[in-house]
T-cell receptor
């Protein structure tokens, strides 16, 4: 089984809808991250969390919120989706003791119509 | 601020050619980590290598090699005798620095097309 899983893998929704993307990990890492990938822009950090009580904004947090329900679960929400949030979303975990190497989920392809 | 630049947006080569993907980074920190990831057409991110700032030794892994030069802030990636399966988007990324949040700063990515 994969160490970092994301659900759903693909989602098409309409403008104004609330969407939640979920991430689960079995690696036992404290640190979790949400990134967004757009063509020509690489991946950009949305939010990150060091533990259940710690949430931090990344480079592009506007329009997004997150919840760290447990060490193993980190959810990303779009409260009112808009078309320019159409992108590929990745969840990742890392162990700072392992030189910041990050382990990525398979990605969620989100389309907002 | 930290920044990673991959100036080559797209590269096209014929199979068996050697190809080098450039990566230039900016950071004021003395301790940092550099990474390369591969993203094949299926979309997942595949970890290729990590380099620590205090280790400038070049590395070779099969047909892949990496040249890390702190003097020019570069971490270039060479594929020798390219194959069609090497076709993918390749990302260079930087991590570390103040507070060491572990977050990665990615370059824009280089799309490599290897033609048969």
């Amino acid at each position: 089984d994969a160490d970092v899983t994301q659900t759903p893998r693909n989602r098409i929704t309409k403008t104004g809808k609330r969407i939640m993307l979920e991430c689960s990990q079995t690696k036992g890492h404290d640190r979790m991250y949400w990134y967004r990938q757009d063509p020509g822009l690489g991946l950009r950090l949305i939010y990150y969390s060091f533990d259940v009580k710690d949430i931090n904004k990344g480079e592009i947090s506007d329009g997004y919120s997150v919840s760290r329900q447990a060490q193993a679960k980190f959810s990303l929400s779009l409260e009112s989706a808009i078309p320019n949030q159409t992108a590929l979303y990745f969840c990742a975990t890392s162990d700072f003791r392992a030189y910041n190497e990050q382990f990525f989920g398979p990605g969620t392809r989100l389309t907002v119509l | 601020a930290q920044k990673v630049t991959q100036a080559q947006t797209e590269i096209s080569v014929v199979e068996k050619e050697d190809v080098t993907l450039d990566c230039v980074y900016e950071t004021r920190d003395t301790t940092y980590y550099l990474f390369w990831y591969k993203q094949p057409p299926s979309g997942e991110l595949v970890f290729l290598i990590r380099r620590n700032s205090f280790d400038e030794q070049n590395e070779i892994s099969g047909r892949y090699s990496w040249n890390f030069q702190k003097s020019t802030s570069s971490f270039n990636f060479t594929i020798t005798a390219s194959q069609v399966v090497d076709s993918a988007v390749y990302f260079c990324a930087l991590s570390g620095g103040s507070g060491n949040t572990g977050k990665l700063i990615f370059g824009q990515g280089t799309t490599l097309q290897v033609k048969p």
